[in-house]
T-cell receptor, first 111, second 117 residues
Framework: GNSVTQMEGPVTLSEEAFLTINCTYT??????LFWYVQYPGEGLQLLLK?????DKGSNKGFEATYRKETTSFHLEKGSVQVSDSAVYFC??????????FGPGTRLSVLP | DAGVIQSPRHEVTEMGQEVTLRCKPI?????LFWYRQTMMRGLELLIYFNNNVPIDDSGMPEDRFSAKMPNASFSTLKIQPSEPRDSAVYFC???????????????FGPGTRLTVL
């Protein structure tokens, strides 16, 4: 079946540090891949997505590239801010199937 | 569009009482999902509907939980009787997802924070 694995958190960084949150997946065919972000007290909201191999999703300085050869979709940001503190979820969706979410990675950015 | 609307935003009740959570999906979306989020278990899918029909309810914890979608613009999640371990944030989400549209994302509501005393 389909599954998503994320790096264990929490991740604590200083402001302006480089961020990587690893995400790998298991799926048949060619799923779409997503990163969602959840700020404290809020629902999840889409951060970025990619629908085919080698696509790069980007938003708000975050990027992730769909790597089919390594079944990965790692989230990166060159310089994090305190306001990026949140929980980040990697997810996939396959044709005619439901979404599958990873367990989430909590990021704390210190000033 | 107002996005996914959930009510109430907060609910505090006593053990044994019936709780009903409500959701209005985004107009035109044909998928609706109910999730539960706790610190211990993270985000769990409870049930989802396609065109108002329940497709997979394997995540519903037990018979005390039930969900309905009487029409395309409204869904309820009911817990009867409620127990303290049901305390969590319950999210509703909707999506457009007909065949070939796997790239369409889910849109989440703000959640209902349920506390059962």
């Amino acid at each position: 079946g389909n599954s998503v694995t994320q790096m264990e958190g929490p991740v604590t960084l200083s402001e302006e540090a480089f961020l990587t949150i690893n995400c790998t997946y298991t799926a048949t065919g060619y799923p779409s891949l997503f990163w969602y972000v959840q700020y404290p007290g809020e629902g999840l909201q889409l951060l970025l997505k990619a629908t085919k191999a080698d696509d790069k999703g980007s938003n708000k300085g975050f990027e992730a590239t769909y790597r089919k050869e390594t079944t990965s979709f790692h989230l990166e940001k060159g310089s994090v801010q305190v306001s990026d503190s949140a929980v980040y979820f990697c997810a996939l969706r396959n044709y005619g199937q439901n979404f599958v979410f990873g367990p989430g990675t909590r990021l704390s950015v210190l000033p | 569009d107002a996005g996914v609307i959930q009510s109430p935003r907060h609910e505090v009740t006593e053990m044994g009482q019936e709780v009903t959570l409500r959701c209005k999906p985004i107009s035109g979306h044909d998928y609706l999902f109910w999730y539960r989020q706790t610190m211990m278990r993270g985000l769990e899918l409870l049930i989802y509907f396609n065109n108002n029909v329940p497709i997979d309810d394997s995540g519903m914890p037990e018979d005390r939980f039930s969900a309905k979608m009487p029409n395309a613009s409204f869904s309820t999640l009911k817990i009867q009787p409620s127990e303290p371990r049901d305390s969590a944030v319950y999210f509703c989400a909707s999506s457009s997802g007909t065949s070939g549209r796997r790239g369409n994302e889910q849109f989440f509501g703000p959640g209902t924070r349920l506390t059962v005393l």
